[in-house]
Every structure is written in C-alpha cells, then in structure tokens.
C-alpha cells in the first residue's frame, strides 16, 4: 500500500487533492497504531488507495469493482499457468472433493423439456441508477 500511496500523492498533486485522502491517511495511522492490527501485522491492501486513485482519475464508483479485478487476472493466469507446468504445484486453492457420480449420459438440448413460457423474457422496469444517469442526476 506504500508504493500506492505515493502514486496516490503523485495523482492528486496533478489532479488536486481529495479530501478522502486525509480520511484514508487518518484510517490507516489509526489501523497501525492499533494493538490488534500491529500484533497481527496487518496493513492497508493496494486497494485502500487505488480506489481513491481511480476516483482522482475520473471513474465513476461504479467502475471500481472491475478495476480492481482487471489487474488480478493476469495473477490468476500466472497460477494456472504455473499449475500446468509443475506437477508439484500445491498453491491451487480450493481443492475439490467431488464425491457425486463420475460420468453421466448427457441428453441434448433437443430432449430437455422446457416450462411454459420459460422462453420468454419477462420486462422489468428500470433501476433507479438508469433512471437518474438518464435525468443527468447523482450518477458520478
């Protein structure tokens, strides 16, 4: 989180400072300081800062969960890939135990029976975020 922090305070010398920034800075002394935190070494992750990055950056809120996952696949490609590779590999986790029948006949779409009017799609309203995005209001 240090190395993010930094960026952090690189973003907003160029973007203006947010005053999240002091919050987050206030969290994270107070987290340090703490007996329980500091007994169990536990620290801000990269995305205690980068959410403040992203929003310095001009993303909407709503775009966070993704930036945060984009970054991590690469990761979760890295250890499938090394999974491949070395046969002693043991970091996988979770490991499965499936215990229900092995092979199965499959019966094609063709012979599935559908409910009635499972085929349709029903129409729902709009959410509440659409309709605001759309009346220009609150959506940043």
């Known amino acids: ?18 005053p999240l920034i002091e919050v987050a800075k206030a969290l994270q002394d107070a987290a340090l300081s703490d007996d329980y935190f500091a007994q169990r070494k536990l620290y801000p992750n990269v995305d ?31 250890h499938w890939r090394e999974s491949l590779v070395d046969p002693d590999t043991k970091i996988i986790r ?27 799609l029903v129409k729902l309203p709009p959410s509440m975020a659409y309709q605001r995005r759309v009346a220009g209001q609150n959506w940043q």
């Open 1 to 18: 989180a240090n190395i993010i922090k930094d960026l952090a305070t690189e973003v907003f010398a160029i973007t203006g400072n947010d």
């Open 48 to 78: 205690f800062y980068s959410g403040l990055v992203y929003r310095a950056m001009g993303f909407p809120p709503a775009f966070f969960t993704v930036l945060f996952a984009v970054p991590r696949i690469v990761g979760y490609c890295a």
């Open 94 to 120: 979770p490991q499965q135990d499936y215990r229900g029948v092995w092979l199965r006949h499959y019966s094609g779409m063709g012979a599935s029976r559908s409910a009635e009017g499972s085929d349709t």
